[in-house]
C-alpha cells in the first residue's frame, strides 16, 4: 500500500499490552471505554501497516474545499430529502382503520401494504445507489423525486385496494433512494472526524417526520380523509424537488473532486447560473474552480456490475454482522411502530387523532437518541484520533497536524471509536421491548384495572425503544460507511436492504403473531431475538480490525495484478 510501512510486531512490543482475558492484546490508546470483559479466545492481532502521515488528503488537498456552513446548509438539504422516506410510512399509520373501512378490506390487508412498501424501500435503493455513485447524487435525485411525485399523483385520486398496493411500493421506489444518495453525500464532503455528528443530525432531520407524521397523519385522515395525506406529499415533494434544483451542487468525487472542481449541465445548481458573475450569501458560492472534472478525474461507466458491487459488500464480515445486528433492532422497532394502531385501539380505545399523538414519544425518541449518540461518537473519535496521533510507535512519528482522511489507518482502532456505546444502548433496548408488551397486556385486563393513566406506560418505552434503536442506527451507519471509503451511497443501499428486508418480514407477521401468542410474550420473544444476535456486534469489536487488514491486503493484491496486467499488455505489442 502506497505511502505504508509494514510491521510484523513482537508480542511483547508496548504496542499490545495483555488484558485479564484471553491472549487477545490491544493498541494502548487511553480515553477509550472497554467492552464489558467477556471470555472469549481471540486470534493473534495481524501485522498492519502503519501509515507515516496523513495530514491531509492525496496531492496535500484538504479532504473538502466546502466551509461549515456550506456543509451545514447541504445537510439541510438533504435531511429535507431524506423526510419523505420515513414521512411517507409513517403519516400512514393513523389512518389505516380509516383505509380499511373506505376500501372494505381487513385491517391485515392493509398491512399488507406496509410490507409492500418495504420490500420496494430496501430493493430499489440498490439500483438508484449504483446510478448514485457512477452518474452522480444530483441527476439521481432529481428522477427519484419525479417517481416519487407520479406515485403521489396516482394515490391522490380515488385508488382501490390493487391500486394502493402497486403506488404504494412506486411510493416508496422513489423516497427509498434520498436516504442513501443522502449518505453518499455526507461522505463525499465529510472526513471521518466529522462524519459522526453529520449522519446523527442528518437522522435526526429525517426522524422528525417520524415524531411529527403520524400526527399530521391523524388530522389529515380525520377531517379530509385518507387521500389528503398523499396530496400533502405531493405538493411538499414537488417544494423539496425545486430546492434541490436551485441548491444542490454534484459532490460525487469523481466529479466534484473534493468542490474544486467546474461543474457544469445537470451537476451546476440553477442558482448558481443566477448568480453568475455577482456575489450571493457565502453558503451558495459552490464550483468557482475553471478545472474541468473531465480532465482531472476518471468517470465510471454503468455496466451489469455496477449493481452487483455493492451485494459484494454483503461477502464482508465485518459489515454484514453489522448489517445484521443493525437490521434486526431495525425490524423489532418496525414491529413495535406497525402495531401501535391496533395495540393502541384496542387497549385505550383511541381515534385517528389520538392515535396520531401517541406516535410521538416514538417519534421524539428517535431524534433525540440520533442526536445525542451522535455528539458522543464524534466526541470518541476525536480523542482516539489525538491518542492515536501522539502515539510513540510510528515510524517516523505524524506531524501535529495529523488528521484522518478517507483512509483510515488499518491500525486505527475503529471499532473502539465507533461502538464503544453499543452496549448499554443495547441493554436498554432489550429492556424496554421485553416489557413493552407486558404494559399494553395489563390494560384491557378487567382483573388489574389499571389507572386511567397507565397510557403513559407503554408510550415512555415505545420512547426509548424508538431512542435506543436509532442510536444503533446511527452507530450502525457511520461504522458501514467508514468501512466503505467511496461508496457511501452502495453501503447505504445495502444496508437498507438487509433492514427492510428484514423490517417487511417483521411488519407482515406482527399481527399474527401478537394474535396468536399474545401481546406479553410477543414483544419478550422479540427481546430475545435481539439477545441472540448481539454476539454479531460482540465480535466485531474483537475480530474487525483484522478483518479490515485482510480486505485492505487484498485489494491491494488485486490492484498489483491488475497493474501487473496493464504493463504486461502494453509490452505485448512492442515485443510483436
Not at 492 to 508: E, I, S
Request: hydrophobic share 45%.
Amino acid at each position: 500500500m502506497t505511502g505504508l510501512l509494514r510491521l510484523n510486531l513482537p508480542l511483547d512490543s508496548p504496542l499490545y499490552q495483555p488484558r485479564s482475558y484471553g491472549t487477545r492484546k490491544r493498541y494502548p490508546i487511553s480515553g477509550y471505554k472497554s467492552w464489558p470483559s467477556l471470555s472469549l479466545p481471540c486470534p493473534p492481532t495481524p501485522s498492519l501497516p502503519i501509515p507515516q502521515s496523513q495530514p491531509k488528503e492525496e496531492n496535500n488537498q484538504p479532504y473538502h474545499v466546502y466551509t461549515k456552513s456550506q456543509k451545514w446548509f447541504l445537510i439541510i438539504i438533504i435531511g429535507a430529502a431524506g423526510l419523505f422516506s420515513g414521512l411517507s410510512s409513517n403519516i400512514y399509520f393513523p389512518a389505516m382503520d380509516e383505509i380499511s373501512d373506505s376500501l372494505n378490506v381487513s385491517l391485515g390487508a392493509v398491512s399488507l401494504t406496509i410490507t409492500s412498501y418495504m420490500i420496494a424501500q430496501g430493493i430499489t435503493p440498490l439500483i438508484w445507489g449504483s446510478f448514485s455513485d457512477t452518474l452522480g447524487r444530483r441527476p439521481i435525485y432529481m428522477a427519484s423525486f419525479s417517481v416519487y411525485i407520479i406515485a403521489n399523483i396516482a394515490l391522490s385520486f380515488r385508488p382501490n385496494y390493487a391500486v394502493l398496493i402497486v403506488f404504494r411500493a412506486l411510493q416508496a421506489a422513489g423516497s427509498a433512494s434520498t436516504v442513501s444518495i443522502g449518505n453518499g453525500v455526507i461522505q463525499d464532503i465529510s472526513p471521518p472526524a466529522e462524519r459522526g455528528s453529520f449522519i446523527a443530525f442528518y437522522q435526526a432531520i429525517r426522524n422528525f417526520s417520524i415524531a411529527f407524521g403520524p400526527v399530521l397523519g391523524g388530522v389529515l385522515a380525520e377531517f379530509l380523509g385518507f387521500r389528503s395525506i398523499f396530496a400533502f406529499l405531493l405538493i411538499l415533494s414537488c417544494v423539496v424537488l425545486a430546492t434541490i434544483i436551485l441548491f444542490l451542487p454534484e459532490t460525487l468525487r469523481s466529479i466534484a473532486g473534493n468542490g474544486s472542481l467546474k461543474l457544469t449541465g445537470v451537476y451546476l445548481p440553477f442558482v448558481h447560473r443566477l448568480l453568475a458573475g455577482r456575489s450571493g450569501p457565502k453558503c451558495l458560492q459552490y464550483c468557482n474552480s475553471n478545472e474541468d472534472a473531465g480532465d482531472m478525474l476518471p468517470r465510471k461507466k454503468v455496466t451489469a456490475q455496477t449493481f452487483i458491487e455493492p451485494l459484494k459488500l454483503l461477502g464482508e464480515k465485518d459489515i454484514l454482522f453489522n448489517l445484521i445486528f443493525g437490521g434486526v433492532v431495525y425490524a423489532v422497532w418496525t414491529m413495535v411502530t406497525s402495531s401501535t394502531t391496533r395495540l393502541f385501539q384496542e387497549s385505550f380505545g383511541l381515534n385517528e387523532i389520538l392515535l396520531g399523538l401517541a406516535f410521538l414519544p416514538n417519534g421524539l425518541g428517535t431524534i433525540v437518541g440520533s442526536a445525542i449518540v451522535g455528539k458522543l461518537m464524534t466526541r470518541d473519535f476525536t480523542r482516539l484520533e489525538e491518542s492515536y496521533k501522539l502515539s510513540p510507535h510510528h515510524t517516523p512519528p505524524l506531524p501535529t497536524n495529523f488528521k484522518i482522511g478517507k483512509s483510515i489507518p488499518l491500525d486505527f482502532p475503529l471499532e473502539r471509536a465507533r461502538l464503544s456505546y453499543l452496549p448499554w444502548i443495547s441493554i436498554l433496548f432489550i429492556l424496554s421491548t421485553s416489557i413493552y408488551g407486558f404494559s399494553l397486556a395489563v390494560a384491557p385486563n378487567p382483573t388489574i384495572q389499571p389507572s386511567p393513566g397507565w397510557i403513559v406506560i407503554p408510550l415512555i418505552l415505545q420512547f426509548i425503544i424508538a431512542a435506543t434503536s436509532n442510536a444503533v442506527f446511527v452507530l450502525n451507519q457511520t461504522i458501514v460507511a467508514d468501512l466503505c471509503p467511496g461508496r457511501g451511497a452502495s453501503a447505504t443501499a445495502v444496508k437498507n436492504l438487509v433492514r427492510c428486508g428484514l423490517g417487511a418480514l417483521g411488519a407482515a407477521v406482527i399481527d399474527g403473531l401478537i394474535t396468536v401468542v399474545g401481546v406479553a410474550p410477543c414483544f419478550l420473544g422479540l427481546g430475545m431475538v435481539t439477545v441472540g444476535v448481539a454476539p454479531f456486534a460482540v465480535v466485531n469489536w474483537y475480530w474487525g480490525m483484522k478483518w479490515r487488514g485482510e480486505r485492505a491486503r487484498r485489494k491491494e493484491r488485486k490492484e498489483a495484478a491488475k497493474r501487473q496486467k496493464d504493463v504486461e499488455s502494453d509490452v505485448l505489442p512492442l515485443k510483436g
